[in-house]
């Protein structure tokens, strides 16, 4: 199993600079791949960007050039830092970990970009 805790959301205006962190224990070694994720009320679940063990990596659309995904060193930690953040931008922010097929999520962390 894999545990995942979020951190680091909050309120920002329209232009500012966040930065998540998600820690991840557990059985660690054998995770695929990270990402984050976001989801708004009454929509589905998006992907943000995600990273591979290799270090690859992919954005959504609506972020590339604005949010970078990296994990550190110890592959435990994952981070998302997000600037020029939109209103748009507004969404709780899921941490995640794909593992011998399976998805492993953390509780999130709202972010709130205020116009």
């Known amino acids: 199993q894999v545990q995942l805790v979020e951190s680091g959301g909050g309120l920002v205006q329209a232009g500012g600079s966040l930065r998540l962190s998600c820690t991840a224990s557990?059985?660690?070694?054998?995770?695929?791949?990270m990402g984050w994720y976001r989801q708004t009320p009454g929509k589905q679940r998006e992907l943000v960007a995600g990273?591979?063990?290799?270090?690859?990596?992919n954005y959504a659309d609506s972020v590339k050039g604005r949010f970078t995904i990296t994990r550190g060193n110890a592959k435990n930690t994952l981070y998302l830092q997000m600037n020029s953040l939109k209103p748009e931008d507004t969404a709780v922010y899921y941490c995640n970990a794909f593992r011998y097929g399976m998805n492993h999520w953390g509780k999130g962390t709202l972010v709130t970009v205020s116009s």
């Open positions: 990273i591979t063990n290799g270090g690859g990596t």
């Open positions: 557990g059985s660690i070694s054998s995770i695929n791949s």
